[in-house]
């Protein structure tokens, strides 16, 4: 096996790893770890080895893209949709955190069972419907609004399906009913595009009507299944309210500090270099990953299955310009730290440095101190442009937005 042309392959081989880090040498600074790349192919260049001739071979590599900025990023004006429910305020989301939480504890019972007298269905009570969704004027089936044996819940916040009216029209309906019902679709229906506005019929029949048994909603029960302060059912209901406003008051935070890096992204001319975006799509796939499983979206397995270079590659394909746009925020946001002179917070940092080696100890983990001191100070300075940035421009916090109604929301 091998001969002659192996062992010449294999001498071009250690000559090439033995010289290119001295060949890249003056380039070192300019170049963007990992991003070499011979041009020559191995066998010419095994072909080429001559003892009296010196070995010549071509490599390329990226060089960090220079920020060069198209407009100022001091004195903009920046409009931003708060986070939350555009729907529901505080009060009716708590009472609905409430009510989840007496249904967690409760059961569905067949109505026909329970309340043999009255089997049709009633505000509370909940439905398993097939449902179709035609255009009025034509009859036409829309597609993806069509389901079969979907449950809908009557205390839904909302409209189930996004369809207002829906519920309305199927109360009084029996098991074995169908009805079609007129309705005019939400003003701000994005998918199907089209639909927005239009005079649609929806044909449902209940297969069924389930009747809630749940606990009662008292004090005993809240200090029970909630013990905290403030006791009692309405002390449950502030603190559901006090958690569900902070959670919106830091998804606006989050929202602003989003708004402000594609601001910043938006006034700079950058082509990103393709490794950079390989980095960067590489770092966004595995979060997204991780994000899923720790929210319980995926199984281990599941992240496994999903974490393939053919995956890696469709998602880096599918957001090309969403990564480009994230490495010009991240080189602008930098940009801006050394250009305004900007210091980070060193006892916060150190702080974190030590929070986070505590929890690799625990964790009984290796730790990359370098790393790990790269990521908490990248952190902290991005802390510290953002707000600069928060100071020298204006910032309009506008109500929640509506979002966007689609049947592949659900």
Request: net charge negative.
């Amino acid at each position: 096996m091998g001969g002659p042309a192996a062992a010449k392959a294999a001498a071009a081989e250690v000559l090439l790893n033995d010289t290119l880090p001295d060949a890249l040498g003056p380039y070192s600074e300019a170049a963007i770890s990992g991003s070499e790349a011979v041009s020559d192919q191995i066998d010419a260049l095994a072909a080429s080895l001559d003892p009296a001739a010196a070995f010549i071979y071509r490599v390329g590599f990226d060089t960090l893209p220079a920020v060069v900025w198209t407009g100022p990023y001091k004195g903009l004006t920046l409009e931003v949709a708060a986070a939350g429910d555009a729907e529901a305020g505080l009060e009716e989301r708590a009472a609905a955190q409430v009510l989840a939480a007496r249904k967690e504890k409760g059961a569905l019972r067949v109505a026909a069972a329970v309340r043999p007298a009255a089997p049709a269905l009633a505000q509370g009570d909940a439905a398993v419907i097939d449902f179709q969704l035609v255009l009025a004027d034509t009859g036409e089936a829309i597609p993806g609004a069509a389901r079969a044996g979907m449950q809908v819940d009557t205390d839904l916040l909302g409209a189930a399906l996004g369809l207002p009216g829906l519920v309305p029209g199927m109360l009084g309906m029996a098991p074995g009913d169908a009805r079609e019902l007129p309705l005019t679709m939400p003003a701000d229906w994005a998918d199907p595009p089209g639909l927005a506005g239009a005079s649609v019929i929806a044909k449902v029949s209940v297969r069924d009507v389930l009747v809630w048994e749940l606990p009662a909603a008292d004090d005993a029960w809240a200090d029970a299944t909630f013990p905290g302060e403030p006791a009692g059912l309405e002390g449950l209901r502030a603190r559901f309210r006090d958690a569900i406003a902070a959670e919106d008051a830091a998804a606006t935070s989050l929202k602003v500090d989003e708004a402000l890096a594609d601001a910043v992204a938006g006034i700079m001319a950058m082509d990103v270099p393709e490794s950079i975006i390989q980095e960067v799509g590489q770092e966004q796939y595995q979060a997204e990953l991780l994000q899923a499983a720790s929210s319980g979206g995926l199984e281990p397995s599941q992240v496994a299955q999903l974490a393939t270079p053919a995956l890696l590659n469709r998602f880096i394909a599918a957001r090309r310009g969403d990564l480009a746009a994230v490495y010009r925020a991240q080189a602008g946001m930098e940009a801006i730290f050394e250009a305004e002179g900007l210091a980070v917070n060193q006892a916060a940092v150190d702080g974190e440095l030590q929070a986070a080696r505590a929890a690799y100890a625990d964790a009984s983990e290796e730790l990359d101190e370098d790393r790990l001191t790269e990521q908490v100070v990248t952190a902290a300075q991005r802390q510290a442009t953002v707000a600069w940035l928060k100071a020298n421009n204006e910032v309009n916090v506008l109500p929640p937005a509506r979002p966007k109604r689609s049947f592949r929301a659900g």
